[in-house]
């Protein structure tokens, strides 16, 4: 569709009404109908080959319509050197080439971009394929235009070759970290070409619509502008899909009275809100062939309800929440299609109240609930936040006919010198920091791609201290991700993580609020395993592991989580520990008094279940052979042996201050961790009995120690230090769950 198809005279239509006070000027352009009727087939009058009257003044209108008291001479200005340079050149359609450039800043203006960003893009392809300079643009029309500019300029093939592509999307991606409307230009850009792009080859023509489903789209979403990504979405499906294109392209035209059925239900719903007393427009809002495709595949046939849906619009945000208690009340809601995104925005600024409701035939209707700065921000996204840098007006219009300061007013500056756009979303944060990490283009591409992927967005909480952290990660990312987002390169050295108070794997799930508490280990030799590989989402965790396991090639070989069977050493030492038990008259316990469990009679011994030690509390009971067990008073066995019957025996502490225990250290697992256990137990003057190392289970490993202290009073000193090696999280006396010995 060229510039002249999208002529305002021809194609006026309205997508709502302007919000309260704002200046009504001539109809709007609707750029759904536009996109619509181009896939139709519909066309809006002959091209204008040789002359475009009016061309500018089209756009002067519409920018007006959002921001009345713009000053247009430099977008004059902008287009005497745009139409100037692009003289003599045309499209592959046949048209002026210049028509390019005014069609997509058509677009811009429309969805209400300011002044600056509507220069930059009826220059956006002067510097690329004229004999314009960016030194020029930037004399003319200063640093800010430029900036977009030159933010927007593809890289030439004949530097970079088959690279060409991929580096000209990192440019771009990387200027729009500074000033997000360099990727509003691109959009823009895109969305003409692909109306048409007919022209090309089918070949070529796949091959533009895969790079926009996989990039382009994703983008447009992620920044909120939906007038874009549908219609963006729609040409697409064409192109990729003709035959289910056709399928629901007829679907539609064999439903033409298919707006009526939602327009009874919306007339009943302007009804219900007038006589509450709401201040609303109730208007029936179509879907666009993509949503209408969707919604076959999931309901199967379709009513004329589901070919769009209902959307109200109210002033302030109280009124939503008003009209929502109205429908549910005077209608039948389907409350499993409830969504408050006005209380939890979705992560590209979306806002609205979503529901469905059955009217009394039946007739099931969606209705999205919403203000009318919500709309906006809905329809434009980023675009309908103005200049980043211009210092925000006071009110709740703010960021709407303001035109922005001086380049470089306002602008805020990293610690490296460069600005930083206030407005850059987490999702862009992170992807330009890890694309730093991929000098390689092919894996900066196929990174790119599996990245924009992930459409959904969660919050988790790093605490740290009494500081809480707000981490922003894709939908289904795990410990892993949390972990190199928030430490980079020292999550190398991550052992494990506690999920809500809770320890967990790496490999856990985080859901949106958790709550994440980072083990990093002290030893800047540990690195990750392989395994984590399997549970990385993003591609910053993805690339910072394969580039440690690439530079440390016997650990990928290593099968680090391997069982391997069970690990002892055992040295035939005797415990010096001194009990003494008063033994009770009669068959169980003849012979009067015990002897210590050192001497060799073995008359009483320390039980397994629960080792006791100096000064624990302590109670027996005599088991087969005359022997007397002794246990803890807390531990499980004692009420178990009361409920048999058994009556215990008094035992007490000898005078000797040496004894035996089994301590139980939890740990994530680690090259070295043995060893390390071993030497923090013998620096406390224990000496090891017998150690068992279960096999790991999801990276956390189980030690178990029989040792010999020469002092009971130094276990609490034993336990902190063994807790106190890197990788070992919990260390407990053993508590078997053995049965009672009868």
Known sequence: MSAEATNPVSEAGATGPDAPGRRRARPRIDLRRLGRAALLGATAGPAVRDRL????????????????????????????????????QFRKSGEPYITHPLAVTLILAELGAETTTLTASLLHDTVEDTEVTLDQVRAEFGDEVAYLVDGVTKLEKVDYGAAAEPETFRKMLVATGSD????????????????????????????????????????????????????????????????????????????????????????????????????????????HFVSVHRVRRKRGELRGSDFGRILVLVAEDADCYAVLGELHTCFTPVISEFKDFIAAPKFNLY????????????????????????????????????????????????????????????????????????????WLSRLLDWQQSTPDPDTFWSSLRADLAQDQEITVFRTDGGATTAISLPAGATCVDAAYAQHGEAAHGCLGARVNGRLAPL???????DTVQLLLAQDAASGPSPEWLDHARTPAARIAITGWLQAHPEAAKAPAA?????????????????????????????????????????????????TPVPPDEITGFVVRGGAVTVHRTGCATVDTMRRLGRTPVTVHWGDTAECRVTLVAESFGRPGLLADLTEAIAAEGAAVVSATVAPPSEQRVRHTYTLQLPDAAGLPALMKAMRDVPGVYDVGRARHPASPEL
């Open 53 to 88: 009257p009016d061309a500018i003044g089209h756009v002067a209108e519409a920018h007006r319509a959002h921001h009345p008291d713009a000053d247009l001479a430099v977008l004059r200005r902008a287009y005497v050197l745009a139409e100037s340079s692009h003289r003599g």
């Open 180 to 287: 997000v409307r360099v990727m509003s230009i691109k959009l823009a850009d895109r969305l003409h070409n692909m109306r048409t792009l007919g022209v090309m080859r089918p070949e070529k023509q796949a091959r533009i619509a895969k790079v926009t489903r996989d990039v382009l789209i994703p983008l447009a979403e992620r920044l909120g502008v939906q007038a874009l990504k549908t219609e963006l979405e729609d040409l697409v499906f064409a192109i990729l899909h003709p035959e289910e294109y056709e399928t629901t392209r007829a679907l539609i035209a064999a439903n033409p009275d298919a707006p009526d059925a939602l327009a009874a239900i919306a007339d009943q719903v302007s009804g219900v809100l007038r006589e509450a007393g709401i201040g609303a427009e109730v208007l029936v809002r179509p879907r």
């Open 351 to 426: 806002q609205s109240l979503h529901t469905a409701v059955a009217a009394p035939d039946g007739a099931v209707a969606e209705v999205l609930i919403r203000t009318h700065r919500m709309h906006r921000v809905a329809e434009a996204g980023v675009v309908a936040l103005g200049n980043p840098y211009a210092a925000a007006p006071d009110g709740p219009e703010a960021g709407e006919g303001g035109e922005g300061g001086e380049p470089g007013e306002g602008t805020e500056s990293a610690g490296d010198g460069e600005r930083v756009d206030p407005t850059r979303p987490g």
């Open 507 to 513: 490999s856990t799930v985080l859901h949106d609020g």
């Open 562 to 610: 391997a069982p391997r069977p069970p690990a002892s050493v055992t040295a035939d030492r005797r415990s010096g520990t001194r009990l003494r038990a008063e033994l009770p008259d009669g068959p169980e316990g003849s012979g009067g008094a015990g002897a210590g469990a050192g001497t060799g009679a073995a008359a009483v011994r320390p039980a397994g279940c629960c």
